[in-house]
């Protein structure tokens, strides 16, 4: 009984070893420098520069190649509320010990401040 839970836990591990390559991602795929800042608002990238051939076939024929990440970075760039941060992003700045410490404490002491019902709401 032994040898078989043993060599059952071989047969995973090695099993799991040589799977493990199919979970790198590939290489030469687009990131989030794609989406360029032309002074005034977010650019979206050209999508043609985004093709990457396709390595799988389909009877004998070459799949067509694919734009990998164009309409998520088209959409990343035209939701960004400060463009310029997309090339040149601000510093974090220190947090606030005093104020992350006094909302801390007023959760704790259930005085917590209501949201303001003129800006948000809700979520019935």
Known sequence: MKHTRF????LVCAFAASASGCFKPPRNMPNESVV????HSATPPDC????????LTDAGLRRPSMQWGCATYTNLAAQLAHPEDAVKPQTLGPADAAVAASAVHR???GHVIPLDT???RDSK
């Not at 060599?7 to 071989?10: D, G, K, Q």
């Not at 360029?36 to 002074?39: I, L, P, S």
């Not at 043609?48 to 390595?55: D, G, I, K, N």
Request: aromatic share 10%; charged share 15%; no cysteine.
């Open 7 to 10: 060599l059952a836990l071989v």
């Open 107 to 109: 959760y704790q002491t």
């Open 48 to 55: 043609e520069s985004l093709a990457r051939p396709s390595l």
């Open 36 to 39: 360029g800042f032309d002074g």
């Open 118 to 120: 003129t800006t948000s």
